[in-house]
């Protein structure tokens, strides 16, 4: 794709109007809890301080299953735009550790300045999007191995699956699912939703829309260790997506009972 096809495709992309005047989504905090972290995206550039937009290190770019994968990450598919922030696939081929991947795709991580640990409810509002071989997710890892790792909700393949999933990795790399979740008379996909999860030292269990999944929660010794928040928009190797197809994050908070507050 030519460098002026792909800045027509990204400036289409940024000024579609991707959410209803008005529209905030259904939180879903424990009563009496206080926000302690909030990023509602309203600027015009991703706030550095918060978020790394490529993994980094010697992991810079790499895809998070290279072997499944054909997207790697890359920062400008990051943006802020239009109060959300938007992560987008694009056809730009690239060899990163003697792998080479078809597409170029968005990602951010929360740094150490913001880790989480239990108590804390952590939610975002996203527009995930139905796209074939697309493998959108929010989730929490830990900020230096893996596993343990919490997934709040992705579509493992978002062209055919029209509800989320919810899946607990134990540090002894055992999983609860991954588990769909959510009303099945509703697809999830191409329209703004609110997903979260109240992690506890007994449990983690999934929010959407403000309303709790106890039926696939994670229960027992769930980790405490430090995690990041994660946003990511990958792909599948084998499929085709349409070049920019785009996952909408419009806000990310953070709640912690208020004795932890502050």
């Not at 030292?201 to 260790?225: I, W």
Request: hydrophobic share 40%.
């Amino acid at each position: 794709m030519g460098v002026g096809v792909t800045v027509l495709v990204l400036l289409l992309v940024l000024t579609q109007p991707w959410q209803p005047a008005g529209v905030r989504g259904v939180s879903g905090p424990p009563s009496g809890w206080a926000q302690v972290f909030g990023d509602e995206f309203t600027g015009r550039k991703l706030d550095a301080d918060v978020w790394q937009p490529d993994r980094e290190g010697d992991l810079a770019g790499i895809p998070f299953n290279p072997g499944i994968e054909d997207a790697w990450f890359d920062a400008a598919n990051v943006a802020v735009a239009d109060g959300s922030l938007v992560l987008t696939v694009e056809e730009r081929r690239r060899t990163l550790a003697g792998r080479t991947y078809g597409y170029s795709s968005g990602m951010v991580q929360s740094n150490a300045a913001i880790a989480l640990r239990p108590s804390r409810y952590v939610e975002a509002r996203i527009r995930f999007p139905g796209c074939d071989g697309c493998w959108p997710a929010f989730w929490l890892h830990p900020l230096d191995r893996w596993p343990p790792e919490i997934d709040i909700a992705e579509f493992l393949e978002s062209g055919s699956e029209s509800q989320p999933h919810f899946n607990y990795i134990l540090p002894s790399e055992e999983k609860t699912g991954p588990d769909m979740y959510g009303d099945p008379d509703v697809d999830h996909r191409d329209e703004f939703h609110t997903y979260g999860a109240l992690w506890e030292d007994s449990r983690v269990v999934p929010y959407l829309d403000g309303r709790p999944y106890e039926e696939v929660a994670a229960t027992g010794n769930v980790t405490d260790l430090p995690m990041m928040i994660i946003l990511n928009l990958s792909v599948r190797g084998g499929y085709e997506p349409e070049a920019g197809a785009h996952m909408l994050v419009d806000w990310v908070r953070v709640w912690a009972p208020a004795e932890q507050a502050g």
